[in-house]
C-alpha cells in the first residue's frame, strides 16, 4: 500500500461540473501539497496545507489531519482545468515529499 | 513569483554517453533542490536532495555513482546522468525550496518545467 493515495485516477466532467479529488496518506505529515502537471510536463503548486481549508479562485483544498484525508475541489470546471492533479505529503521530518499517482482529469466542453 | 528553469527542455543521446541537466532558482537563492523522475504514467519519484557546498542525499535505490550531482551555487545544480542507457530514458524534474521567503511560502517546492531524456 503507498503512502499517499488518491482518488480516482481518472476523472472525465462535463465542464461546469464540480469536481473533487481525494487523497488519504498513511504516515504523519507536516502539509500536504496539491501540485497541478500540464500534458507538457511542467508542474505548478497549487496548495500547500496543514490544516483547515484554502481557496484559490475556483480551487479549494481542505484537509482533515485526523483523519489523514484531503480533498481538491473544482468549481464551475472547465476545459483548461483538464491535467494530472497530484497530492504530496511531507514527513514530519525533513523536506521530503511523497507522491500519489495522480488523478487525470479531463474536462469536456 | 519563484521561479525555477531547466536546461536543456530535452535531449536525445546515444547509449553510452553522459548528459547535464542544469537546474537553476531565476529569482532566489536555494540552498537545497529536489531532482525527481518520471516515467510514462507514472508519478515522481524522488532520486536525490541537492545541498549547496555538500554531497547529495540520494534515496534508495539510486546509484549516486550513476547520477551525480553538483550543487555549486546557490542557484545552480547540475544532475549529470552518466554512460546513459534506454532505460534511463525518463522526465526528470527539479524543484527548489526558497529559504527566504516568509510564513508558509518558505515550505512551497517550485518545480522546474522538465528535461525529457530519450537514450538511443
Known amino acids: 500500500k503507498n503512502e499517499v493515495e488518491q482518488s480516482p485516477q481518472n476523472l472525465t466532467a462535463q465542464e461546469g461540473e464540480f469536481i473533487t479529488i481525494n487523497c488519504s496518506y498513511s504516515?504523519?505529515?507536516?502539509?500536504l501539497h496539491w501540485l497541478q502537471q500540464h500534458p507538457g510536463g511542467g508542474i505548478v503548486s497549487l496548495f500547500m496545507?496543514?490544516?483547515g481549508k484554502k481557496k484559490h479562485g475556483r480551487l479549494i483544498a481542505t484537509i482533515n489531519i485526523q483523519e489523514k484525508h484531503s480533498s481538491l475541489h473544482i468549481t464551475a470546471s472547465h476545459p483548461r482545468d483538464s491535467a494530472v492533479y497530484i497530492c504530496?505529503?511531507?514527513?514530519?521530518?525533513?523536506?521530503?515529499?511523497?507522491f500519489g499517482a495522480g488523478t487525470i482529469l479531463r474536462v469536456k466542453s | 513569483g519563484a521561479v525555477v528553469s531547466q536546461h536543456p527542455s530535452w535531449v536525445i543521446c546515444k547509449s553510452g554517453t553522459s548528459v547535464k541537466i542544469e537546474c537553476r532558482s531565476l529569482?532566489?537563492?536555494?540552498?537545497?533542490m529536489f531532482w525527481y523522475r518520471q516515467f510514462p504514467k507514472q508519478s515522481l519519484m524522488l532520486m536525490a536532495t541537492?545541498?549547496?557546498?555538500?554531497?547529495?542525499?540520494?534515496e534508495q535505490g539510486v546509484e549516486k555513482d550513476k547520477f551525480l550531482i553538483n550543487h555549486a551555487s546557490l542557484t545552480l545544480s547540475t544532475l549529470t546522468v552518466t554512460s546513459a542507457h534506454p532505460e534511463d530514458s525518463s522526465f526528470y524534474i527539479c524543484?527548489?525550496?526558497?529559504?527566504?521567503?516568509?510564513?508558509?511560502?518558505?515550505?512551497?517546492?517550485?518545480f522546474g518545467p522538465g528535461t525529457r531524456l530519450l537514450v538511443l
Open positions: 524543484s527548489a525550496r526558497d529559504p527566504l521567503a516568509g510564513g508558509e511560502y518558505q515550505e512551497t517546492q517550485y
Open positions: 504516515v504523519g505529515i507536516s502539509a
Open positions: 496545507l496543514s490544516s
Open positions: 504530496a505529503a511531507r514527513g514530519e521530518y525533513g523536506n521530503k515529499l511523497v
Open positions: 529569482d532566489f537563492q536555494a540552498t537545497t
Open positions: 541537492s545541498n549547496e557546498g555538500s554531497k547529495a542525499t540520494y
